[in-house]
């Protein structure tokens, strides 16, 4: 028997007395990529507070391999939703700021993740402060700093929410080859369905606050993602699937959803 790599079982979580995330019950197994789907402000940035351990649950358990998450330690490489690169720092600075934080000398920091710079298709901006970079190449650097941690476990909150379509479609793209190659577990955020049918394995919907998961949506597309053809084909009727499942939901609003574009 699999042991599921994360197993969250009737989490409740609430803000004074308002009630954000209500009876959350999601699994991902080993190697997964399973992402979460909802309405702005429906709690989402709050479920990865509960994993991260920045706030406690008002209910529910949480268990990481068999084992209950507990304590400031965890098995997760966290990438905020907001832009988290330091302005001051230059990149190479920035990719090995995790590891600092967790009391790695900053020498052997650069030493593990030099070699990375191309991958991520950063080569020659080592030196370069954030500002210098395009959005595409921020939000790969703060990817950088998150899986340099090797930590069994990614959570990925909207990380291309700020970048235009053309440069998210690159991103997306290139995330899904990452993913293809290095055997990461991944938990991605995000209000995009078409993002979220094509880099998933399982896709949660979650209803309006308080959230509830209103749909599991298994994503049975071939990877590598080339979706062309009969793929692209099954890729729209998943696509309008979900936004059918989200739309109809109740407290549904056309403002808090992004469609496909
Ligand atoms: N620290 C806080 N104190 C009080 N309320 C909060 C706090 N953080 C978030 N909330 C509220 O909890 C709800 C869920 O917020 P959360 O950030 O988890 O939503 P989200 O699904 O990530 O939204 P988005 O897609 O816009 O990022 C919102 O109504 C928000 O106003
Ligand atoms: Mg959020």
């Known amino acids: 028997m699999t042991v599921l790599r994360l197993e969250l079982d009737h989490i409740t979580c609430r803000y004074d007395e308002t009630p954000v995330l209500s009876d959350i019950s999601l699994t991902v197994k080993p190697g997964e990529f399973v992402s979460i789907l909802g309405p702005s402000g429906s709690g989402k940035s709050t479920l990865f507070k509960l994993l991260t351990g920045a706030r406690k649950p008002d209910g529910g358990s949480m ?57 991520f298709g950063l080569d020659g901006f080592e030196q370069h402060y954030p500002a210098e970079l395009s959005g595409g190449m921020r939000q790969r650097a703060a990817l950088l700093r998150t899986v340099v941690q ?39 955020v995000t209000h995009d369905v078409r993002e979220a049918v094509y880099l998933s394995d399982r896709i949660y919907i979650f209803s309006s606050r308080p959230a509830r998961v209103i749909r599991e949506i298994t994503v ?32 549904a609003t056309r403002t808090n959803l992004e469609e496909p574009r």
């Not at 090797?150 to 080859?177: C, H, I, N, S």
């Not at 071939?222 to 407290?251: K, Q, S, V, W, Y």
């Open 150 to 188: 090797d930590k069994p476990m990614l959570l990925l909150d909207e990380p291309f929410g700020a970048l235009d379509a053309l440069t998210r479609a690159g991103m997306q793209r290139w995330l899904e080859e990452m993913w293809s190659q290095h055997d990461w577990t991944a938990m991605l």
């Open 220 to 251: 049975d597309l071939p990877r590598p993602r080339i979706l062309d053809g009969a793929a692209r084909a099954r890729a729209t009727e998943i696509e309008a699937d979900i936004l059918n499942t989200l739309f109809n939901a109740p407290n």
């Open 63 to 119: 268990r990481f391999d068999g084992h209950m998450l507990a304590g400031t330690i965890r098995p997760f490489a966290f990438m905020p939703q907001r832009d988290a690169l330091m302005p001051w720092r230059r990149i190479v600075d920035n990719t090995t700021l995790g590891l600092e934080v967790k009391g790695m000398h900053r020498a052997e920091a650069r030493r593990r993740v030099l070699p990375l710079f191309s991958e």
